[in-house]
DNA sequence: TGCCAGGCCCTCTTTAGGGCCTT
Protein backbone atom coordinates (compact mmCIF):
# COMPACT_ATOMS: atom_id res chain seq x y z
CA UNK A 1 0.00 0.00 0.00
CA UNK A 2 1.36 3.35 -1.24
CA UNK A 3 1.43 5.48 2.31
CA UNK A 4 1.80 9.10 0.32
CA UNK A 5 -1.02 8.78 -1.93
CA UNK A 6 -4.85 8.55 -2.07
CA UNK A 7 -7.48 7.91 -4.76
CA UNK A 8 -10.36 10.06 -3.72
CA UNK A 9 -13.66 8.65 -5.64
CA UNK A 10 -17.34 9.10 -6.33
CA UNK A 11 -20.07 7.29 -8.36
CA UNK A 12 -23.20 8.58 -9.92
CA UNK A 13 -25.79 5.74 -10.34
CA UNK A 14 -29.29 4.61 -11.07
CA UNK A 15 -30.22 4.85 -7.14
CA UNK A 16 -29.50 4.22 -3.90
CA UNK A 17 -28.74 0.59 -3.67
CA UNK A 18 -27.16 -2.30 -5.75
CA UNK A 19 -29.05 -4.90 -3.52
CA UNK A 20 -32.29 -3.48 -5.84
CA UNK A 21 -30.52 -3.96 -8.91
CA UNK A 22 -28.79 -0.49 -8.98
CA UNK A 23 -26.07 0.05 -11.46
CA UNK A 24 -23.09 2.84 -11.77
CA UNK A 25 -23.63 5.25 -14.69
CA UNK A 26 -20.55 7.62 -14.16
CA UNK A 27 -17.44 6.98 -11.75
CA UNK A 28 -14.88 10.16 -11.16
CA UNK A 29 -11.58 9.74 -8.88
CA UNK A 30 -8.07 11.95 -8.27
CA UNK A 31 -5.07 10.70 -7.05
CA UNK A 32 -3.20 12.63 -4.37
CA UNK A 33 0.28 12.53 -4.16
CA UNK A 34 1.17 14.13 -1.10
CA UNK A 35 -1.59 16.78 -1.09
CA UNK A 36 -1.35 17.24 -4.47
CA UNK A 37 -3.70 16.15 -7.63
CA UNK A 38 -1.59 13.79 -9.77
CA UNK A 39 -4.12 12.06 -11.49
CA UNK A 40 -7.59 12.02 -12.55
CA UNK A 41 -10.17 9.72 -14.03
CA UNK A 42 -13.10 9.93 -15.41
CA UNK A 43 -15.89 7.66 -17.40
CA UNK A 44 -19.42 7.19 -18.18
CA UNK A 45 -20.78 3.97 -18.61
CA UNK A 46 -23.75 2.31 -19.89
CA UNK A 47 -25.57 0.36 -17.28
CA UNK A 48 -27.99 -1.49 -19.51
CA UNK A 49 -30.87 0.27 -19.04
CA UNK A 50 -33.13 3.61 -18.59
CA UNK A 51 -31.86 5.89 -15.85
CA UNK A 52 -35.15 7.66 -14.11
CA UNK A 53 -35.99 11.17 -14.65
CA UNK A 54 -35.10 11.79 -11.20
CA UNK A 55 -31.04 10.68 -11.49
CA UNK A 56 -31.14 12.86 -15.07
CA UNK A 57 -32.16 15.65 -13.17
CA UNK A 58 -30.16 14.98 -10.37
CA UNK A 59 -26.62 14.58 -12.31
CA UNK A 60 -27.37 16.28 -15.68
CA UNK A 61 -26.27 12.50 -16.82
CA UNK A 62 -29.37 11.81 -19.32
CA UNK A 63 -29.69 8.48 -21.22
CA UNK A 64 -28.76 9.29 -24.72
CA UNK A 65 -25.18 10.41 -23.12
CA UNK A 66 -25.34 7.09 -21.81
CA UNK A 67 -26.15 5.35 -24.79
CA UNK A 68 -22.91 6.25 -26.47
CA UNK A 69 -20.94 5.01 -23.27
CA UNK A 70 -18.67 2.15 -22.84
CA UNK A 71 -20.29 -0.90 -20.51
CA UNK A 72 -19.70 -0.61 -17.04
CA UNK A 73 -17.45 -3.81 -16.81
CA UNK A 74 -14.89 -2.39 -19.45
CA UNK A 75 -14.63 0.85 -17.21
CA UNK A 76 -14.39 -0.76 -14.19
CA UNK A 77 -12.03 -2.94 -15.27
CA UNK A 78 -10.00 0.14 -15.75
CA UNK A 79 -10.96 1.34 -12.89
CA UNK A 80 -9.66 -1.63 -10.97
CA UNK A 81 -6.45 -1.00 -12.46
CA UNK A 82 -6.01 2.71 -11.26
CA UNK A 83 -7.38 1.81 -7.88
CA UNK A 84 -4.30 -1.09 -7.59
CA UNK A 85 -2.75 -0.50 -4.04
CA UNK A 86 -4.27 3.08 -3.29
CA UNK A 87 -6.07 3.61 0.12
CA UNK A 88 -9.69 4.90 -0.65
CA UNK A 89 -11.75 7.99 0.25
CA UNK A 90 -15.17 9.38 -0.48
CA UNK A 91 -17.88 11.00 0.90
CA UNK A 92 -20.15 8.86 2.89
CA UNK A 93 -17.70 5.83 1.87
CA UNK A 94 -20.44 3.39 2.56
CA UNK A 95 -22.21 4.35 -0.12
CA UNK A 96 -19.85 4.19 -2.79
CA UNK A 97 -18.27 1.20 -0.99
CA UNK A 98 -20.84 -0.89 -1.70
CA UNK A 99 -21.42 0.24 -5.36
CA UNK A 100 -17.31 -0.51 -5.60
CA UNK A 101 -18.23 -3.68 -4.56
CA UNK A 102 -20.96 -4.77 -6.18
CA UNK A 103 -19.14 -3.21 -9.88
CA UNK A 104 -16.24 -5.04 -9.17
CA UNK A 105 -17.66 -8.58 -7.71
CA UNK A 106 -19.50 -8.59 -11.54
CA UNK A 107 -16.27 -8.85 -13.44
CA UNK A 108 -14.71 -11.02 -10.66
CA UNK A 109 -11.99 -7.91 -9.96
CA UNK A 110 -11.17 -7.33 -6.30
CA UNK A 111 -8.68 -3.87 -4.93
CA UNK A 112 -6.86 -3.63 -1.49
CA UNK A 113 -7.02 -0.65 -0.42
CA UNK A 114 -8.96 0.33 2.87
CA UNK A 115 -11.51 3.21 2.66
CA UNK A 116 -11.57 6.54 4.65
CA UNK A 117 -14.75 8.56 4.81
CA UNK A 118 -14.47 12.03 4.74
CA UNK A 119 -18.26 12.34 5.88
CA UNK A 120 -17.49 10.59 9.41
CA UNK A 121 -13.90 12.44 9.30
CA UNK A 122 -16.39 16.20 9.02
CA UNK A 123 -18.57 15.11 12.04
CA UNK A 124 -15.76 14.68 14.86
CA UNK A 125 -14.30 17.66 13.42
CA UNK A 126 -16.63 19.90 12.43
CA UNK A 127 -19.33 20.06 15.50
CA UNK A 128 -20.65 22.83 14.33
CA UNK A 129 -21.17 22.71 10.82
CA UNK A 130 -24.73 23.53 9.93
CA UNK A 131 -24.89 20.04 8.18
CA UNK A 132 -22.49 17.20 7.05
CA UNK A 133 -23.35 17.42 3.07
CA UNK A 134 -20.54 18.34 0.72
CA UNK A 135 -21.67 21.10 -0.56
CA UNK A 136 -22.49 22.45 2.77
CA UNK A 137 -18.72 21.37 3.82
CA UNK A 138 -17.05 23.12 1.13
CA UNK A 139 -18.61 26.35 1.47
CA UNK A 140 -18.07 25.95 5.62
CA UNK A 141 -14.27 25.46 5.21
CA UNK A 142 -14.47 28.51 2.31
CA UNK A 143 -13.34 26.17 0.02
CA UNK A 144 -13.78 27.70 -3.56
CA UNK A 145 -16.10 26.20 -5.58
CA UNK A 146 -18.31 26.39 -8.90
CA UNK A 147 -21.44 24.72 -7.39
CA UNK A 148 -22.24 22.30 -9.86
CA UNK A 149 -22.12 19.16 -7.81
CA UNK A 150 -23.38 15.74 -8.56
CA UNK A 151 -20.87 15.09 -11.19
CA UNK A 152 -18.67 12.32 -10.17
CA UNK A 153 -15.37 13.93 -11.09
CA UNK A 154 -16.35 17.24 -9.87
CA UNK A 155 -17.82 16.07 -6.34
CA UNK A 156 -14.52 13.65 -6.68
CA UNK A 157 -12.27 17.65 -6.69
CA UNK A 158 -14.27 18.71 -4.06
CA UNK A 159 -13.95 15.75 -2.22
CA UNK A 160 -10.37 15.81 -2.16
CA UNK A 161 -10.24 19.33 -1.19
CA UNK A 162 -12.30 18.57 1.81
CA UNK A 163 -10.28 15.97 2.72
CA UNK A 164 -6.78 18.11 2.30
CA UNK A 165 -8.48 21.07 4.30
CA UNK A 166 -9.16 18.73 7.21
CA UNK A 167 -5.57 17.27 7.05
CA UNK A 168 -4.23 20.77 7.91
CA UNK A 169 -7.37 21.07 10.86
CA UNK A 170 -5.79 17.90 12.15
CA UNK A 171 -2.01 18.71 12.15
CA UNK A 172 -2.58 22.20 13.82
CA UNK A 173 -4.34 20.20 16.60
CA UNK A 174 -2.33 17.62 17.16
CA UNK A 175 1.24 18.85 15.82
CA UNK A 176 2.00 15.99 13.71
CA UNK A 177 4.13 16.77 10.89
CA UNK A 178 2.17 14.17 8.57
CA UNK A 179 -1.10 12.87 9.36
CA UNK A 180 -1.07 9.40 8.79
CA UNK A 181 -3.99 7.82 6.93
CA UNK A 182 -4.09 5.30 10.40
CA UNK A 183 -4.92 8.98 12.45
CA UNK A 184 -8.08 9.72 10.07
CA UNK A 185 -9.40 6.47 10.38
CA UNK A 186 -9.21 6.40 13.92
CA UNK A 187 -10.54 10.08 14.18
CA UNK A 188 -13.13 8.36 11.98
CA UNK A 189 -13.89 5.40 14.57
CA UNK A 190 -13.69 7.43 17.77
CA UNK A 191 -17.24 9.59 19.85
CA UNK A 192 -17.53 13.31 19.32
CA UNK A 193 -16.63 13.63 22.86
CA UNK A 194 -13.35 11.95 22.33
CA UNK A 195 -11.93 13.63 19.78
CA UNK A 196 -9.79 16.24 21.71
CA UNK A 197 -7.86 12.91 23.84
CA UNK A 198 -7.38 11.41 20.54
CA UNK A 199 -5.65 14.24 19.42
CA UNK A 200 -3.71 14.70 22.91
CA UNK A 201 -2.15 11.50 21.97
CA UNK A 202 -0.68 12.54 19.16
CA UNK A 203 1.01 16.06 20.32
CA UNK A 204 4.79 16.28 19.73
CA UNK A 205 6.26 17.98 23.18
C1' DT B 1 -45.84 -12.59 -1.93
C1' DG B 2 -44.60 -8.26 -0.91
C1' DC B 3 -41.24 -5.80 0.40
C1' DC B 4 -37.92 -2.49 -1.40
C1' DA B 5 -30.82 0.85 1.26
C1' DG B 6 -27.91 0.82 4.86
C1' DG B 7 -24.47 2.38 8.13
C1' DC B 8 -23.80 5.89 11.48
C1' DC B 9 -25.36 8.32 15.45
C1' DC B 10 -28.37 10.52 18.83
C1' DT B 11 -31.74 9.81 22.44
C1' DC B 12 -37.38 10.41 25.23
C1' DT B 13 -31.65 4.03 24.20
C1' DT B 14 -29.67 -0.98 24.39
C1' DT B 15 -36.34 -5.50 24.52
C1' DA B 16 -36.11 1.13 19.54
C1' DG B 17 -36.98 4.72 16.57
C1' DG B 18 -35.74 8.14 13.52
C1' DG B 19 -32.66 11.73 11.19
C1' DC B 20 -28.54 12.17 8.38
C1' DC B 21 -25.88 11.27 4.14
C1' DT B 22 -25.01 9.11 -0.43
C1' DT B 23 -27.94 8.50 -5.92
Redesign the pocket.
Known amino acids: MNANSLIIL ?8 P ?2 G ?1 RA ?2 IGAVKLENGVVTERFQELMNPGRPVSY ?2 ED ?2 G ?1 TNEMLSDAAPCHEVMARFADFIQGQNLV ?3 A ?3 K ?1 FLDSELKRISSNYDGQFG ?1 S ?2 V ?3 LYQT ?9 INYKGIASKGS ?2 R ?1 LY ?1 AEMTAKLWLAMLDDIQQQTNVDEVPFSLVQKL ?2 T ?3 NVAKLFANYVVS
Not at 10 to 17: C, K, V
Not at 129 to 137: D, I
Request: some cysteine; hydrophobic content about 35%; aromatic content about 10%.
Open positions: DFETTGLSNNDIEFIYTIAHNSFDRCLLSRRAPNHKLGTLFHADAKTKA
